[in-house]
């Protein structure tokens, strides 16, 4: 990086941290700390909310998801508007009305203490594991830079994200996170415009476009019904839906977002707002990732995106064989070239024999780049058991720091220190908003002062910013970050879901019967997916199902043994 | 005890359109409409 860049990037987060931080004072109550005295506009939680699931995950994982494996992942999404319409028309309301700090304060209400605790130890346990990855995400770009292992770039961002939020209350981070997106969404506009300027001259928007979709990049829809495919209509569609409801509606780092909205009204337009938004603007993150990929198809790409693993090879015994694999590579890449630019002459002339010829032979090509990049992480793991042989989140990051221009690129690397810090504040409020709300002042001190209120969520905040630091360090062992973050959710979404919609829905069960129903739900969707019996999109429709199914089947049973003769 | 919110009104109506139900329906028909135009997107670059 540059002087500029490293100017660009510094000048960037002093700004925002100083602004949340300005933002923040005068904050003296538990209220105003954890719900911002609920007072904001509708587009305060638009861009909330937006911020908050953005995280700086979405900016690094999407466009390497696009560049190896297509444009599918949009799909994932197709379930939020739905989503949102639930939440405007069940959630917010009730929420609202029963002035509640957390989602888990309406279960208490509605069924009974165990229940509260139980989906609030679920919420505890899945953001507290999430967010250690989510911090861990924004370390990745410092260890490119600095060119030093993850560890140190973890704690370094870790401690400085904890920091902001201890000082920084609910209004602040929402104040912060409407900065945060401006930038965002300019940033990445530059980039699309950046890698459009870099290809050839006789490649404009569209050809890219065509490039990649004939090497399989622009899959946005896959109509298939194989359950095991991970991202197709019908899995955004109907898991998507009840990922976003149970993620919007029962996961309080979102749920924190809306209730500081001014009214139910505002905190309703801002998550509309959401369900208008997002889909088109994670579409245009991918299609940044595609345009990438045709990119590459002209300048050859490295052997493996991940410099520091790269390194350490190379620096290793194996480097005899590193290189030979690398002449390989120059030679396929180099083929490679030729029938591009043989697609691109075919694709103008529009000859279609042409085109489904050279689709073939870059397809093969395609293989024999990925046997190389296989043949390349065998060496690594052979040099180093520990080695972090996914190089997805490493695709874009390289992309940036090696094309675009000076100061560019610290705005870049900016955006992706914002969303992860958007993020990650939004969760570790969150995480003390259920510690101190469900917990301490439910069960340890119900009768405390305001101030002590504040002080044990300052508290908790620190507690849950050094767990999640914890579990970043362990991050770099988990393959795509996007994915593993999805995955762990739909391993606990769907049975807190099924909770809320039995509470919501199903008047007849009472808490015994949901708290056991939840229980048994949560050990068979762990089966299930520790056995990789579905896609990890389904579980949460299975587990919000089995809630569901087994509250109904243990109340009848409650029943039933309360009165065998079915008298009344 | 919570203070309450100076701005609490349900009644408020949604910009653009005269009922919330309205909102919701264009919201869905935008939905369809985004999975038309990436299924025709798919088809034309595939």
Redesign the interface.
Same mark, same amino acid.
């Given at each position: 990086m540059s002087g500029i860049d490293w100017a660009v990037l510094i000048l960037t987060l002093v700004v925002i941290v100083t602004y949340g931080i300005y933002k923040s004072r005068g904050e003296q109550n538990i /209220?105003g700390y954890l +719900?911002g005295?609920?007072?904001l506009p509708w587009y305060h939680v638009c861009l909330s909310v937006m911020a908050t699931q953005a995280s700086a995950i979405t900016f690094l994982s999407a466009p390497g998801l696009a560049y190896s494996s297509g444009m599918s992942f949009?799909q994932f999404y197709?379930g939020l =508007?739905?989503a949102? $319409?639930v939440l405007?028309?069940t959630f917010v =309301?009730i929420f /609202?009305r029963l002035?509640v700090?957390t989602a888990y304060e309406y279960l208490e209400q509605r069924f009974d203490l165990k229940t509260r605790a139980l989906t609030a130890f679920l919420f505890l346990v899945q953001r507290g594991l999430s967010t250690g990855i989510t911090i861990y995400a924004p370390s990745i770009i410092l260890s490119t830079i600095l060119n030093i292992n993850t560890t140190y770039t973890t704690l370094f961002i870790g401690s400085l994200v904890v920091f902001y939020t201890v000082y920084g209350g609910t209004k602040a981070v929402s104040y912060t996170q409407i900065l945060q997106m401006s930038i965002i969404f300019c940033g990445l506009f530059a980039a699309g415009a950046m890698v459009v300027h870099l290809l050839p001259a006789n490649i404009g928007f569209v050809k890219a476009?065509?490039i %990649? *979709?004939?090497m399989?990049r622009?899959? %946005? $829809?896959d109509l298939t019904f194989d359950p095991n495919n991970r991202y197709t +209509?019908w899995t955004g569609l109907l898991g998507g839906f009840f990922l976003q409801l149970s993620y919007f509606g029962t996961d309080q780092s979102q749920v924190g977002r809306y209730l500081s909205g %001014?009214?139910?009204?505002?905190s309703? +337009?801002g998550l509309?707002m959401n *369900? +208008?938004v997002k $889909? =088109?603007m994670q579409?245009l993150i991918l299609l940044i990732g595609v345009l990438v990929f045709t990119f590459y198809q002209y300048n050859k790409p490295p052997v493996f995106f991940n410099s520091f693993e790269l390194n350490k090879l190379e620096k290793s015994k194996y480097n005899p064989e590193l290189n030979k694999i690398k002449a390989e590579y120059t030679l396929i890449h180099k083929e490679k070239e030729v029938a591009v630019n043989k697609m691109n002459a075919a694709l103008d002339k529009d000859d279609t024999g042409l085109i489904d010829e050279q689709r073939k032979v870059l397809q093969e090509a395609d293989q024999k780049e990925k046997s190389i990049k296989k043949q390349v992480t065998d060496l690594m793991v052979k040099n180093d058991i520990h080695a972090n042989t996914d190089d997805n989140n490493y695709i874009f990051l390289s992309f940036v720091t090696q094309y675009l221009p000076r100061g560019l690129i610290g705005l870049l690397i900016a955006i992706i220190f914002l969303a992860s810090m958007g993020s990650t504040a939004s969760a570790l409020n969150s995480l003390a908003s259920t510690t101190v709300i469900d917990i301490y002042k439910r069960l340890i001190k119900k009768d405390a002062s305001d101030h002590e209120y504040l002080q044990v969520s300052r508290l908790a905040t620190v507690f849950w910013g050094i767990v999640c630091i914890v579990m970043a360090l362990y991050a770099s062992k988990i393959g795509n970050l996007l994915e593993a973050v999805n995955i762990l959710g739909s391993y606990i979404y769907g049975t807190i879901l099924g909770v809320f919609l039995v509470a919501f829905y199903v008047k007849s069960v009472n808490g015994r019967a949901v708290f056991f129903g939840a229980v048994l739900t949560e050990i068979v969707v762990t089966l299930l997916g520790w056995n990789e019996v579905v896609a990890y999109l389904w579980l949460n429709v299975i587990g919000c199902m089995l809630v569901i199914f087994f509250s109904l089947i243990i109340q009848t049973f409650i029943k039933h043994k309360k009165n065998p003769r079915g008298l009344s | 005890m919570? @203070?309450e919110? @100076?701005?609490?009104? &349900?009644q &408020?109506? @949604? @910009?653009f359109v005269k009922t919330?139900r309205q909102?919701?329906r264009l919201?869905?028909g935008?939905?369809v409409f985004?999975?038309l135009i990436?299924?025709a997107?798919?088809k034309?670059? &595939?």
């Open positions: /209220h +719900l005295n609920q007072s949009v197709f =508007p739905l949102m $319409i405007c028309i =309301p /609202h002035k700090y476009i065509s %990649a *979709g004939k399989g622009t899959n %946005a $829809i +209509l %001014a009214s139910v009204s505002q309703r +337009l509309l *369900g +208008l $889909i =088109p579409f | 919570k @203070p919110s @100076p701005l609490q009104n &349900e &408020e109506l @949604p @910009p919330w909102f919701y919201l869905i935008w939905l985004l999975i990436f299924y997107f798919t034309y670059f &595939e």
